[in-house]
């Protein structure tokens, strides 16, 4: 299992490429299901889950052709041609829907083109118990009938979905998704309300409106989708990394470095651009991206929660948290989106941070600075913020699982080494 090496204290300085966002990615993959024509993505990120997700579509019987840059080739994103002119299968395995929780995101495209489909339920994950029970009641209310049955859901609308009005109880990404995609083909009007807001929620209405779809509110918290008979092909290209982009930035800034990340979007940000703004870090748009630069002198703790977009992403709170761990002062982190998020937290503290947990809030004393240490990476970005740590702390970092950074990371040693940093792969 490889594992990453990394000595401390050099300060990160120059360009990273920012890649396309995985969490945009992925469900405009599935969105392919939809239609019987090719969907062309571009700038699709090199990752381990898109892997994941290609191999889950192709047994439906999507069609996938590459093309674009192979993997680990430079930082232009790869492009997929994606026809499911034939769904050949409605099922899909456990042993695929396990390795991904957003596979679950096939069953509003399957229900909505085939009229049915048998989904594994994703089970158990590190961050969380992270149910689908909002996937579930709103495709019952656009008329599906749902059965739970040997680990798998069964759903079935012969007749096809009918439009509904369904009211969130709570705002979900993957919810928001799988029903926005579903609605695109039910009969008659549906009214999302308390939509996630996520730009990664609004790539994908702009994708589907450009299949075809008829989509209304686009970036508000209510969605309003005229089904129509069928969607066409489209070509669309991925936004940008937005948490890529905060994780680089925290990496320039816990280092006192320099970097101007490249393609990223400030519009996307505005939420960590204000936290980083009152910590001491200085993030300002360029026409090529964003620049960023600590302000000289030590960091300043400062308060963070995490909220539905435009919050403060829960995507970066473990990295927000070792920055803080190096911060003077103490900073106040509280996880409101998913119980069970602070796994980084021990791991942490052995390389030297402060930091004590009651319930969903985290109190990060910093500390002058942080030691290296052999750590274990238990999701994926958890793994993240001890390389962030790391590139801190004085002495030599061991970074263990690093599949999970593989996961949502496009070759993050090689964009940091290419900025000074001092880290290796170990095979
Ligand atoms: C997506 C992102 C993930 C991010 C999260 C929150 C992808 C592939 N993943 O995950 O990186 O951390 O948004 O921004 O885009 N919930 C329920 N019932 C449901 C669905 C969700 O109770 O049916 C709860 C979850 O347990 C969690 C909260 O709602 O507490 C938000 O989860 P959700 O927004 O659905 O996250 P994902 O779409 O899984």
């Not at 966002?21 to 599935?30: D, F, G, S, V």
């Not at 980084?344 to 002058?368: F, W």
């Amino acid at each position: 299992m490889d594992r990453i090496r990394i000595c401390g204290g050099v300060p990160i300085n120059g360009e990273i490429p920012i890649s396309g966002a995985k969490n945009a990615a992925l469900p405009l993959m599935t969105a392919a299901l939809l239609s019987a024509e090719t969907l062309t993505l571009s700038n699709l990120p090199h990752l381990a889950d898109i892997t994941t997700l290609a191999n889950l579509l192709v047994q439906h019987g999507v069609e996938i052709r590459m093309n674009g840059a192979a993997a680990g080739d430079g930082h232009i994103g790869r492009v997929l041609e994606l026809s499911a002119g034939t769904i050949t299968s409605t099922r899909a395995p456990y042993d695929l829907v396990r390795k991904m929780r957003a596979s679950i995101l096939v069953l509003g495209p399957l229900l909505a083109r085939e009229g049915r489909a048998e989904v594994s339920l994703p089970g158990g994950c590190a961050i969380g118990t992270r149910p689908v029970d909002l996937h579930l009641k709103g495709l019952t209310l656009l008329g599906a009938e749902i059965d739970l049955r040997e680990g798998y859901v069964h759903a079935a609308a012969p007749n096809g979905l009918v439009g509904a009005e369904i009211v969130f109880p709570m705002v979900s990404v993957g919810a928001t998704e799988n029903l926005l995609m579903a609605a695109t083909l039910a009969k008659g009007t549906t009214r999302l309300v308390n939509a996630a807001r996520e730009p990664e929620v609004t790539d994908l209405a702009l994708c589907l409106t450009s299949m075809g779809a008829r989509i209304e509110g686009m970036g508000s918290d209510t969605l309003i989708i005229h089904g129509v008979e069928r969607l066409h092909g489209a070509a669309h290209s991925v936004i940008p990394d937005r948490i890529e982009t905060g994780t680089y930035a925290m990496a320039a800034a816990i280092t006192g470095g320099e970097v101007e990340l490249l393609g990223a979007k400030a519009e996307h940000l505005r939420s960590v651009i204000e936290i980083l703004g009152r910590a001491g870090v200085s993030v300002t748009e360029t026409n090529r991206g964003l620049h960023v630069k600590r302000a000289d002198g030590r960091l300043h703790g400062v308060d963070v929660m995490t909220e539905p977009f435009p919050g403060f992403p829960t995507d970066l709170q473990a990295q927000t948290m070792s920055l803080m761990a190096a911060a003077e002062g103490a900073a106040m982190i509280t996880e409101s989106i998913f119980e069970n998020r602070f796994m980084h937290v021990p791991e942490l503290c052995r390389m030297g941070a402060d930091i004590n947990v009651h319930g969903a809030s985290a109190m990060v004393r910093g500390q002058p600075s942080l030691t290296g240490a052999e750590v274990m990476a238990t999701d994926l970005r958890a793994s993240v913020s001890l390389v962030i740590a790391a590139l801190a702390a004085q002495g030599e970092t061991v970074v263990n699982r690093v599949y999970h950074l593989d996961r949502g990371y496009e070759r993050l040693e090689d964009k940091l080494a290419a900025c000074g940093a001092r880290i290796e792969r170990i095979k």
